[in-house]
């Protein structure tokens, strides 16, 4: 079992900063698929930014250039830097994380499966 726990959200104004902090407790995630989900009110969850175990990141199109997802295998620890906030950013931050790629491919397509491995999530919120 895997066990996440976020950190680091808060309320900033528009053009502001925030950096994301996702700790992993039960098992090292050397190998796992990991990333960031977004939950704004009155919405479903959707992927925000993903990290393979090689490293490689992808982006939604609407924070790139923006956001950067990094992981330290070494800390068991997943970050997402957060740049140039828009109040369109405003959600509950979710980090998540699965072994293997169809399991989190499942999770990328359907966030409200009940595959994988989730935190309870960290508010952002960003006034404009």
């Known amino acids: 079992q895997v066990q996440l726990v976020e950190s680091g959200g808060g309320s900033v104004h528009a053009g502001g900063a925030l950096s994301l902090s996702c700790a992993a407790s039960?098992?090292?995630?050397?190998?796992?698929?990991l990333g960031w989900f977004g939950q704004a009110p009155g919405e479903e969850r959707a992927g925000v930014a993903s990290?393979?175990?090689?490293?490689?990141?992808s982006y939604v199109d609407s924070v790139k250039g923006r956001f950067t997802i990094s992981r330290d295998n070494a800390k068991n620890t997943l970050y997402l830097e957060m740049n140039s906030l828009k109040p369109e950013d405003t959600a509950a931050y979710y980090c998540?994380?699965?072994?293997?790629?169809?399991?989190?491919?499942?999770?990328?397509?359907?966030?409200?499966?009940?595959?994988?491995?989730w935190g309870q999530g960290t508010q952002v919120t960003v006034s404009s």
């Open positions: 998540a994380a699965a072994r293997h790629k169809l399991t989190w491919t499942t999770m990328w397509r359907q966030p409200s499966s009940p595959l994988g491995y």
């Open positions: 039960g098992d090292t995630f050397r190998g796992f698929f």
């Open positions: 990290i393979d175990s090689a490293g490689s990141t």
